[in-house]
């Protein structure tokens, strides 16, 4: 898991792929993928084994609660994948070394910080053969993608909605940040508004009905011709009777 933001210092062809998601009840779930470039082993099962094995152990020094690992293997690398689970973050901060990714929850907002450090990576590069030199920088592939419950505030990596990407660079150490809402209060607080400006706006235009005064009819105000085509129909009734 520190591949997600821990230090990464290895001496072979890596593939790191860490795809995490936070949920706003302080628990990620997700997969971490941690894999060697198979042609470095030369075919042999053990040397691949060893490398996965020291790969694992700088990148997931500890398994706890939530987590569980798989064999992985494609056409190019071979190592392990940690299925994620409802592991909290006490547990996601104790399985990451000094440096491994930290995701703390505090007043409404998640902050993620880590680093990644390839400088070991580009020191064995230097010493290699070319060949090898360009294998290791062909064959390295790592990305972290974090994706969080409430919009990102902030952030050093490429935001797409809730989710954040970084592509560490071979050789350039990258220290990761970002910061976002815990998405608790973010719609519910928007519909109370709404909802309080509906009501505001009807209370008024019942106040409003309730204070009109409509004025009494003054029948000295009706017009002399009307009281006396009335006055005639009352006649005219009254000498057929």
């Known amino acids: 898991m520190?591949?997600?933001?821990?230090?990464?210092?290895?001496?072979?062809?890596?593939?790191?792929?860490?795809?995490?998601?936070?949920?706003?009840?302080d628990v990620i779930d997700g997969s971490i993928v941690m894999a060697v470039d198979r042609s470095f082993s030369n075919g042999n099962d053990k040397t691949q084994t060893a490398m996965v094995d020291a790969l694992r152990d700088r990148v997931l020094p500890a398994t706890r609660s939530g987590a569980s690992q798989e064999p992985y293997s494609d056409g190019q690398y071979v190592g392990t994948r940690v299925v994620i689970d409802h592991m909290t973050l006490l547990d996601l901060d104790r399985s990451t070394g000094a440096n491994g990714l930290k995701i703390v929850h505090q007043g409404g907002r998640f902050k993620l910080t880590g680093k990644v450090d390839t400088s070991e990576l580009?020191?064995?590069?230097?010493?290699?053969?070319?060949?090898?030199?360009?294998?290791?920088?062909?064959?390295?592939?790592?990305?972290v993608r974090i994706t969080f419950p409430g919009p990102v505030v902030s952030s050093n990596?490429?935001?797409?909605?809730?989710?954040?990407?970084?592509?560490?660079?071979?050789?350039?150490?990258?220290?990761?940040s970002a910061v976002a809402e815990d998405g608790k209060g973010g719609i519910p607080w928007v519909w109370l508004l709404a909802a309080g400006a509906v009501l505001a706006v009807a209370t008024a235009i019942a106040l409003a009905r309730s204070r009109r005064v409509r004025t009494p009819v003054d029948p000295d105000a009706v017009p002399t011709a009307r009281r006396l085509r009335f006055r005639v129909r009352v006649e005219v009734g009254t000498t057929n009777d």
């Open 2 to 25: 520190a591949a997600a933001g821990a230090v990464l210092l290895l001496s072979s062809c890596v593939k790191a792929d860490v795809d995490l998601t936070v949920r706003s009840d």
């Open 122 to 143: 580009t020191s064995a590069a230097a010493t290699s053969s070319p060949q090898d030199a360009q294998r290791l920088r062909d064959s390295y592939n790592v990305v």
């Open 157 to 176: 990596g490429s935001v797409s909605g809730n989710t954040v990407t970084w592509r560490p660079q071979l050789g350039q150490p990258l220290s990761l």
